[in-house]
């Protein structure tokens, strides 16, 4: 049987990764994959995450099976994140959560739910977007379709474009935005723009799917949702996907989030059911460490706060990087300017 297989060409960023590492340089720098480090060229551990672990070891729960949606408190907090500590659909039952397998489980969870439950049958992505967005969705069986994203002239966001692009999905469509932090052009469409989108997502009954891979690293925890909450203002049903690697530090507990916002709790009941069939064909339930972990950060006042100064650290030592290497390029006599790395936000520039 196996004897017909043929050899499947590398991922372009893992394989770049491991060119890197075979690379005997010893001053190499890896600028392909998003994994946040510090001065010393390592991925820390958050002081917060460690006293959560802490707590996590010294409780010792059962390793019984988690439900097939996650820990009810962990669905909680993602949506506290997402929608804000005052928005009633948090606990109202309008808001599921599925913890998925990081934010790549997420999306894949979406895509299926999409295709297979709501009846989607194309996305629009961004040109250029992450790299494996569209083979996701394609396995998962959506029709993928670029709409335009970035100038490269100005180095910024073609939003006429953008929207001349998006305008051709309707009902039965999905379209993919990125919350923050665009990946991977660094390049976020400004708060106006934001609600010229979610009116165009109003209008034309296409459904929002948010990656939303990045919270705090653009302008704050609470800034970054701020398009998600502008389209739950609307009453605009949508799809979000967290993922709570980069700012926890929880790289490989693959800890992330899919999270359907509807108008009413009928719907949204209903959509819970349908998720928990999707999941359980898919992976069954999740995995427990890693979000016992978020649990014991964002349910601890205490462990909050000093989180969320840690994610105020990170964010501004990548906009300390992003400065310094614009600054070294010009003492290096580079005549190009290279000033808007300075402007785009997160962990890429494009």
Not at 104 to 125: C, E, H, N, S
Not at 242 to 252: D, E, T, V
């Amino acid at each position: 049987m196996f004897e017909t297989l043929q050899l499947a060409p590398p991922d372009p960023i893992l394989g770049l990764t491991d060119q890197f590492k075979k690379d005997p340089n010893p001053n190499k720098i890896n600028l392909g994959v998003g994994v946040y480090q510090g001065e010393d060229g390592k991925t820390a551990t958050l002081a917060s995450v460690r006293r959560a672990e802490a707590l996590v070891l010294e409780q010792a729960a059962p390793k019984t099976y988690l439900p097939i949606e996650g820990s009810p408190d962990y669905g909680k907090h993602v949506r506290t994140l997402l929608l804000g500590a005052q928005d009633v659909r948090v606990s109202d039952g309008r808001a599921i959560t599925a913890q998925t397998p990081g934010g790549t489980g997420a999306l894949r969870v979406a895509g299926d739910l999409a295709r297979t439950k709501v009846g989607i049958k194309r996305i629009f992505v961004s040109d250029p977007t992450w790299a494996n967005h569209q083979a996701i969705f394609q396995a998962a069986g959506l029709e993928v379709v670029t709409y335009p994203y970035y100038d490269a002239a100005t180095h910024g966001l073609a939003f006429d474009k953008m929207l001349a692009g998006i305008a051709q999905a309707g009902k039965g469509d999905a379209v993919l935005l990125h919350t923050c932090c665009h990946n991977p052009s660094g390049v976020d469409p400004s708060t106006a723009q934001w609600e010229v989108i979610a009116q165009a997502a109003k209008e034309q009954g296409f459904l929002p799917l948010f990656d939303f891979a990045y919270q705090g690293f653009g302008e704050g925890i609470e800034a970054d949702a701020a398009p998600v909450r502008e389209f739950a203002a609307r009453d605009i049903e949508m799809i979000v996907c967290s993922s709570f690697s980069k700012n926890f530090g929880l790289y490989n507990e693959r800890v992330g989030a899919v999270s359907l916002i509807a108008n009413d709790l009928d719907a949204a009941t209903k959509a819970l059911s349908q998720l928990r069939v999707t999941v359980r064909s898919n992976y069954s339930n999740p995995s427990a460490y890693g979000a016992a972990v978020v649990n014991a950060v964002l349910g601890n006042p205490e462990l909050n706060a000093q989180w969320r100064n840690e994610v105020d650290a990170m964010r501004a030592r990548i906009a300390k990087m992003r400065t310094l290497f614009v600054e070294g390029l010009k003492a290096k006599g580079v005549k190009q300017d290279f000033s808007f790395i300075v402007h785009q936000k997160g962990m890429f520039s494009f």
